[in-house]
């Protein structure tokens, strides 16, 4: 039986956190095996919100090293960028004919971002952006979309979009699935739901042990825990988030630690610095190769593009060919 696809992507806006591995990455690297995978640098979403364009490459590179660093297999997972396979711009176009404005204005994703990065008058293209997703996923007939929690809106924007396509004009499309994780949403060093690079609360797939401590020294805890033997309340805290997610065989006994006074924060968050860079190790250590062999890197990306544009061709032609533009 022919393996299902998965469609997914980030924006290359420079050094990955871990909150990205958390949210999606770490899923993406599970599921290759069982998923036919194609992975997308989505590099004209970047300018829905930023319009320079000196870092893109950069970033794109910095992005894709981490992808490779932390196990995504260019064998079984295409890599490409979004601004190499021109289909993107086609089926977007088509796509933007069928939806409407008051239904992307109502994206919570959307409302999220403007809050977050205090935007006055949204763009066109700011608007446009689910579909321009939708254009990415639909292109590779991805099934399944594996992401964090706040993309969960632009999957369902994406399957309205199909089923009109597909009423319209005939079946070309299946409505894909999002695929989400336990820890869809990690929270940040400074106690914000979200770990973000636009918020600066992050920990980077790159750091180094030190800055890692470092990091974790600073980061917010229960505020009725002021001296180390008052008691605490886990659920609140973000470092035991962090250490369910890193230090699951202490969680338990971390908890309890914390409640009943016995563990203070700052001997927390060591053995939660500890336990992150355990997990980085391995992956500072492939970035260093990487950094050092940028000629194989953007091979990769060659080389993914290559495959990445006979689907999406195939796909165009089909899609031409139902709306009688063939
Ligand atoms: N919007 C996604 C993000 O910010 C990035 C993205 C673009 C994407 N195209 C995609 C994700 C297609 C999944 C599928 O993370």
């Keep these: 039986m022919a393996k299902k696809r998965i469609l997914s992507g980030m924006r290359p806006t420079g050094k990955l956190h871990i909150g990205h591995y958390v949210g999606a990455l770490e899923n993406w690297i599970k599921l290759q095996n069982e998923y036919e995978s194609y992975h997308l640098i989505a590099d004209y979403h970047v300018l829905t919100t930023d319009l320079s364009t000196e870092e ?172 180390k033997n008052d008691p605490g309340r886990p659920e609140i805290c973000l470092v035991f988030t962090y250490h369910q997610k890193f230090n699951p065989s202490e969680a338990q006994q971390i908890e309890k630690d914390c409640r009943s006074g016995v563990l203070g924060c700052v001997d927390c968050k060591l053995r939660c610095a500890e336990k992150i860079n355990q997990f980085l190790a391995p992956i500072l250590e492939r970035r260093k190769k990487l950094e050092a062999n940028l000629d194989y890197v953007k091979d990769v990306l060659i080389e993914g593009e290559k495959k990445a544009r006979v689907v999406a061709e195939q796909t165009m032609s089909e899609v031409r060919n139902k709306m009688l533009i063939g």
Excluded: C
């Design 56 to 227: 893109i490459y950069n970033n794109t590179i910095d992005m894709l090293i981490d992808w490779l660093a932390s196990g995504l297999d260019p064998e079984k997972s295409p890599m490409f960028r979004q601004s190499q396979i021109k289909e993107h711009a086609e089926l977007f176009l088509i796509f933007s004919m069928l939806i409407t404005k008051a239904r992307l204005e109502r994206n919570p994703t959307l409302k999220e971002q403007v809050r977050d990065l205090n935007i006055e008058n949204v763009i066109y293209g700011h608007l446009g952006y689910p579909v321009l997703q939708a254009a990415d996923i639909l292109l590779y007939k991805g099934e399944a979309v594996p992401v964090g929690e706040d993309q969960v809106p632009h999957v369902e924007i994406t399957r309205e979009i199909a089923r009109k396509f597909n009423n319209q004009y005939g079946k070309v499309f299946t409505e894909p699935e999002p695929l989400l994780t336990k820890f869809a949403r990690l929270p940040g060093l400074d106690g914000d739901a979200k770990m973000s690079k636009s918020l600066g609360n992050t920990i980077l797939l790159s750091d180094d042990a030190e800055t890692v401590k470092q990091k974790l020294r600073k980061a917010v805890t229960d505020p009725q825990k002021i001296r």
